[in-house]
């Protein structure tokens, strides 16, 4: 049976993927919980106990939204022999508008500060090297100004061209492209069917 690894976007919930262990064929999974207060790469060990704990040696799949797309392929780029295939959905590579806004109205929130556009953490993230599989999954539907300054297409959150901005050394990585929402991708079936053939093969 395969194994999941759910991990959250920012002030988000692991609850966020019932949809996804109810709908898909019988798995095994976690859904690490955790506070954006704290330091990514800090996170990245939490998982890797986690996985460890839950599953030993066996690999996982990582399954990663917004900015638990980020972590989840910190993990991967880190830990690659535990990764049977990296999947991110609605990825802020290269960050978004929407959190140096909000960071001038909410003091002293990581979240803003680790996924505005130049943030440390992406940039040290697209130095990264992953060869393994990796599919990324793009979200063109949404319109909300802020995420799309200067005309951009976006998905209500973060644009198109931010998720497609995926690290250079990540050797495999295969785009896909739903006419989804930010937060509607997680109910969206095509997303599903595609997790589907994973959990199968």
């Known amino acids: 049976m395969k194994n999941i690894m759910y991990i959250h976007g920012a002030n988000a919930d692991p609850d966020n993927f019932n949809y996804y262990t109810l709908k898909l064929p019988e798995h095994n999974f976690i859904r690490p919980s955790y506070n ?17 704990r839950e599953f030993g040696k066996e690999k996982v799949i990582l399954v990663g ?10 993990y991967a780029s880190v830990y690659p022999k535990n990764v ?11 960050g978004t508008p929407v959190a140096r806004i909000l960071a001038m109205i909410f003091r002293n929130k990581k979240v803003f500060e ?9 940039g040290l993230l697209q130095e990264k090297t ?3 599989l990796h599919t990324n999954i793009v979200c063109t539907s949404g319109s909300n100004p802020l995420a799309g300054l200067g005309g951009k297409a976006n998905d209500g959150m973060i644009s198109v061209d931010s998720q497609l901005n995926t690290p250079p050394k990540f050797k495999n990585t ?21 997790l589907q053939t994973l959990i199968e093969k």
């Open 174 to 194: 295969e785009n896909i492209t739903i006419d989804a929402g930010h937060s509607g991708v997680l109910l969206n079936n095509s997303v599903t069917d595609f």
């Open 130 to 132: 992953y060869n393994g």
């Open 65 to 74: 939204h917004s900015f638990g797309g980020l972590l989840a392929s910190w």
């Open 36 to 52: 954006m207060e704290d330091d990514p790469y800090d996170l990245v060990e939490l998982f890797r106990m986690r996985k460890q």
């Open 84 to 94: 049977e295939h990296l999947v991110t959905i609605a990825a802020p590579w290269e």
């Open 114 to 122: 680790n996924t505005r556009p130049g943030a440390e953490v992406l």
